[in-house]
């Protein structure tokens, strides 16, 4: 279960139990010797099965929440590093990062765990075009369904949370998707300067990489 093509694929085990087999398991010479390094915490359930599994979960609450706070600094601060080397390989926004969602140009996709933002997909009356909008609250999207060049309102065909959306569509681009909280001060930076939304590119950004992009958008029915 927790080596595979025989490489290790946890990154920590928490062994749980009412008698004393879980103290000798890591000692025991039939256990992978990679394993027992891997061990972060003993405790003690005074049930067995899926209640015992539950409590060994609420026992061990602490390290795990642990785990993923360190996994979600080290990512962010990558993102963070991008930036402040001026490496062109990162993108941060909702309309930028989507822009270049589809290309495949992300290799790694991070986005705020609690992410207001909406996809709508619009058009206008008697009209088979489709566009796509983002918007985070009723007031933005009232805006952004008024059509610039005609100041008609373009009709709703589907609206889902963002999020929703990137969880279904992310792994077709194969790129990697981190989600991160607000509750480390890089996260809260994340969410509050970067829009929750952001990403590490395969390689590096620029002004011509954006202008094919939005041609292709703008002329999609030409690449089909």
């Not at 067995?48 to 601060?77: M, P």
């Not at 206008?124 to 985070?136: G, Q």
Request: overall charge negative.
């Amino acid at each position: 279960m927790f080596i595979k093509d025989n490489k290790v694929n946890v990154v920590g085990l928490i062994l749980a139990g009412a008698a004393d087999l879980k103290r000798e398991i890591p000692f025991n010479e039939w256990i992978d010797y990679r394993l027992p390094p891997l061990v972060l915490k003993i405790v003690d359930v005074c049930y067995g099965e899926e209640n015992g599994f539950n409590q060994a979960i609420e026992l061990s609450r602490d390290v795990v929440s642990g785990l993923k706070f360190i996994k979600e600094k080290k990512i962010l601060s990558g993102f963070f590093n991008e930036i402040s080397i001026d490496s062109g390989k990162f993108v941060y926004g909702t309309e930028d990062t989507m822009k270049l969602f589809e290309t495949g140009c992300i290799e790694t996709l991070i986005i705020w765990d609690n992410l207001p933002h909406y996809r709508i997909t619009c058009k206008l009356p008697e009209s088979d075009a489709k566009d796509i909008i983002y918007c985070r609250d009723q007031e933005e999207e009232k805006k952004k369904l008024i059509d610039n060049d005609s100041g008609i309102e373009r009709e709703i065909i589907d609206k889902t949370l963002l999020a929703e959306w990137i969880l279904e569509n992310y792994k077709e681009n194969g790129m990697n998707l981190e989600i991160v909280t607000d509750k480390s001060a890089e996260g809260n930076q994340f969410c509050l300067g970067f829009g929750g939304l952001g990403g590490v590119l395969r390689y590096k950004n620029d002004e011509n990489m954006m202008e094919q992009v939005e041609y292709i958008s703008e002329n999609e029915d030409d690449f089909i």
